[in-house]
């Protein structure tokens, strides 16, 4: 009963400055990721309260070759107010059981099949766990479950994740850790916005 989050967040999505406008004026939507190493499923991402990690991934992700039409060559960033809706909450511990039990169906259905389970895999520039196909599959897996057994959809996935190196010898925290946000119900995107630059001569509020 306590999985409908109340109230509106702020989050942020790292593109290409090409795209702001149309979105803005409500001729484009922001595409929904469908990658198998999506790290919370497939849908619209976003950094929650996070404008700057935002630029840092498409900054990163600009620098990168790639022939895909979705490429970043001016990195920007544009905020959405979101309703989370009825969320999987991967800070929720319930949450967390229902995301092992679908690791559980996912594991005995590649049994049954005779095929491989997916793998999560560090990347070639990180030592962090960046290609979560794992992740992902049984993400998608507990989402069809639910789809088949005529349950309530999740609307959106929120989880924690720690990345990058420490931010000092022998710390709990690292230099890219953040929380994550994927929007599945496009219903859950009130709006978009500018973010604004911080006008110094005032108090932030």
Request: aromatic residues 10%; contains cysteine.
């Amino acid at each position: 009963m306590y999985s409908t989050r109340t109230g509106l967040i702020l989050a942020f999505h790292g593109c290409d400055e090409s795209i702001i406008d149309d979105v803005l004026q409500g001729k484009k939507i922001l595409n929904n990721s469908k990658n198998s190493y999506d790290w919370l499923g497939h849908g619209a991402y976003f950094w929650d309260s996070s404008p700057s990690r935002a630029l840092e991934f498409a900054t990163t992700l600009s620098k990168k070759t790639s022939k895909s039409k979705n490429k970043i060559n001016n990195p920007a960033v544009i905020g959405a107010i979101i309703n989370l809706g009825f969320c999987l909450d991967l800070l929720d511990y319930q949450k967390l059981t229902l995301v092992k039990e679908a690791y559980d169906l996912l594991a005995t259905t590649c049994n049954i099949s005779g095929t491989s389970i997916p793998v999560n895999k560090k990347s070639k520039e990180s030592k962090d766990l960046l290609i979560r196909e794992l992740d992902c599959a049984v993400i998608e897996t507990l989402h069809q479950f639910r789809k088949q057994e005529k349950m309530p959809a999740f609307d959106s996935v929120r989880g924690v994740f720690w990345e990058g190196e420490e931010l000092y010898t022998n710390s709990g925290f690292r230099e890219k850790d953040h929380i994550q946000i994927c929007i599945r119900n496009p219903n859950c995107i009130k709006g978009y916005f500018l973010p604004q630059i911080l006008n110094k001569k005032f108090t932030n509020v």
